[in-house]
T-cell receptor, first 115, second 118 residues
């Protein structure tokens, strides 16, 4: 039973355009969401997060949007750069209480930015 | 400021052997988490430890797997009598202790140990 789903295994985008990566979740207890970026043979690197009290968080070229009613979040990268080519993982957890230290990951979306 | 250090980076074991994976957390971090990534899958939580204590091992297989985080030295994930299905990338993450020290405060991951069982 996948509680965090990234339905697109891969995405190709032209350099300079917007990349939109999507993530859906099923567990209503999740109220903190993170995006990680991962290069081959490396560990995941934290990118950006959002708490359920917000619907948008922005950090430079990266913006995460959260739609709680739809249990959906998305990561926007604009403009996309070739160095953004990596696998992006969506992760979720309860903010506090039981399981707050335990991240549930999606399977990842491989982003390719074409020069 | 060294990050989370995992070694070895690559480990090959024959079926039935033991695998020992080591993780040194970032300086000042006292919380360690182990995750496993099977091929084509996301990372799956295995165990959460603080110094000398296992806080949550709900993600650990019931047999053959154990973890420790001693007072001195790195955290160790130990897999006894390895089988082919144990082949995966094993990632360790660490976070600071105290208030707000939970995993969701942007814990740092190591580069992983890729275990191959032949």
């Amino acid at each position: 039973d996948q509680q965090v789903k990234q339905n697109s295994p891969s995405l190709s985008v032209q350099e300079g355009r917007i990349s939109i990566l999507n993530c859906d979740y099923t567990n209503s207890m999740f109220d903190y969401f993170l995006w990680y970026k991962k290069y081959p043979a490396e560990g995941p690197t934290f990118l950006i997060s959002i708490s359920s009290i917000k619907d948008k968080n922005e950090d430079g070229r990266f913006t995460v949007f959260l739609n709680k009613s739809a249990k959906h979040l998305s990561l926007h990268i604009v403009p996309s750069q070739p160095g953004d080519s990596a696998v992006y993982f969506c992760a979720a957890s309860p903010r506090s209480g039981a399981g707050s230290y335990q991240l549930t990951f999606g399977k990842g979306t491989k982003l390719s930015v074409i020069p | 400021n060294a990050g989370v250090m995992q070694n070895p980076r690559h480990l090959v074991r024959r079926r039935g052997q033991e695998a020992r994976l080591r993780c040194s957390p970032m300086k000042g971090h006292s919380h360690v988490y182990w995750y496993r990534q099977l091929p084509e899958e996301g990372l799956k939580f295995m165990v959460y430890l603080q110094k000398e204590n296992i806080i949550d091992e709900s993600g650990m297989p019931k047999e053959r797997f154990s973890a420790e985080f001693p007072k001195e030295g790195p955290s160790i994930l130990r897999i006894q009598q390895v089988v082919r299905g144990d082949s995966a990338a094993y990632f360790c993450a660490s976070s600071p202790g105290g208030a707000g020290g939970g995993m969701n405060t942007e814990a740092f991951f190591g580069q992983g140990t890729r275990l191959t069982v032949v």
